[in-house]
C-alpha cells in the first residue's frame, strides 16, 4: 500500500517568508509526528497529533511553528517569519495508533533551505 | 533530561565482518527501544523493537540486545554486506509516550 508522502519534497525561500508543508500519513493510521532533522544531528520532535486529542506541541522550538491536522488524515507544518536557522529536512511519520503498536513509518522528508 | 547516545559516528568493516552498533542512554528507563536504518535523502525505516523485559532480539541477519543495569544496546549485523551501509538510528518513548527520542545515528559503511 501507499507510504507516507509529503510535499514539496525541497523548499527553498527568502528569510522572513512563510512556509507550509504537508504530510499525507498511511491510511488508517491515528498518530501522526512531525521531527526535524538538522544536518548531521539527530531527529528532534516537534509535534503529536492522536486521533481527536490535543496534540503535544511540546516540541515546537518557537511560536513561529504551528501544525494541524484534519481528523486522522492530512497534516501541515508552517513555519512564519522563516530563519536560516530553520533549514532542515521536516520528516513526518504515522503509527497507527493501537496499543503495542510502537513502529513509526516515516515519509521521505521536506528540506526547507533559508536562504 | 533523557539522554540517548550512540558511540560512533561512523563505523567502517569488510564484507562478511560482523558489524557491531552501540546506544546507550541516561537519565530514564525505557519500556522498548527501536532501531531504524535511514539512507541518504529517505526517511528512517523501522527495523527493530527490543522490550525491556527482552535480552535479545532477532530478524535475518540482524541482532539487538538490551541491557537495562548497562542501560545500552547493541545492534549487531552479521555476514554484512555493501547493501548494509546506511545510517543506523536508535531511538526510545519520551516519558510521555508522546514521540521517540532518536540518537545522532551511526554510519555503517561496509566495503567489498
Known amino acids: 500500500g501507499a507510504g507516507v508522502s509529503q510535499s514539496p519534497s525541497n523548499k527553498v525561500t527568502e528569510k522572513g517568508k512563510d512556509v507550509e508543508l504537508r504530510c499525507d500519513p498511511i491510511?488508517?493510521?491515528?498518530?501522526l509526528y512531525w521531527y526535524r532533522q538538522r544536518l548531521g544531528q539527530g531527529l528532534e520532535f516537534l509535534i503529536y497529533?492522536?486521533?481527536?486529542?490535543?496534540?503535544?506541541k511540546s516540541g515546537l522550538p518557537s511560536d513561529r511553528f504551528s501544525a494541524e491536522r484534519t481528523g486522522e488524515s492530512v497534516s501541515t507544518l508552517t513555519i512564519q517569519r522563516t530563519q536560516q536557522e530553520d533549514s532542515a529536512v521536516y520528516l513526518c511519520?504515522?503509527?497507527?495508533?493501537?496499543?503495542?503498536?510502537?513502529?513509526?513509518?516515516f515519509g521521505p522528508g521536506t528540506r526547507l533551505t533559508v536562504t | 533530561s533523557q539522554k540517548i547516545e550512540q558511540n560512533s559516528e561512523a563505523l567502517n568493516i569488510q564484507e562478511g565482518k560482523t558489524a557491531t552498533l552501540t546506544c546507550n542512554y541516561t537519565n530514564y528507563s525505557p519500556a522498548y527501544l527501536q532501531w531504524y536504518r535511514q539512507d541518504p535523502g529517505r526517511g528512517p525505516v523501522f527495523l527493530l523493537l527490543?522490550?525491556?523485559?527482552?535480552k535479545e532480539k532477532r530478524k535475518e541477519r540482524l541482532k539487538v540486545t538490551f541491557d537495562t543495569t548497562l542501560k545500552q544496546s547493541l545492534f549487531h549485523i552479521t555476514a554484512s554486506q555493501p547493501a548494509d551501509s546506511a545510517t543506523y538510528l536508535c531511538?526510545?518513548?519520551?516519558?510521555?509516550?508522546?514521540?521517540?527520542?532518536f540518537g545522532k545515528g551511526t554510519t555503517l559503511s561496509v566495503s567489498s
Open positions: 527490543i522490550r525491556e523485559n527482552e
Open positions: 491510511s488508517g493510521h491515528t498518530a
Open positions: 497529533f492522536q486521533g481527536n486529542s490535543a496534540p503535544d
Open positions: 511519520a504515522s503509527r497507527r495508533g493501537q496499543k503495542d503498536s510502537y513502529e513509526q513509518y
Open positions: 531511538a526510545f518513548p519520551n516519558q510521555a509516550g508522546t514521540a521517540l527520542i
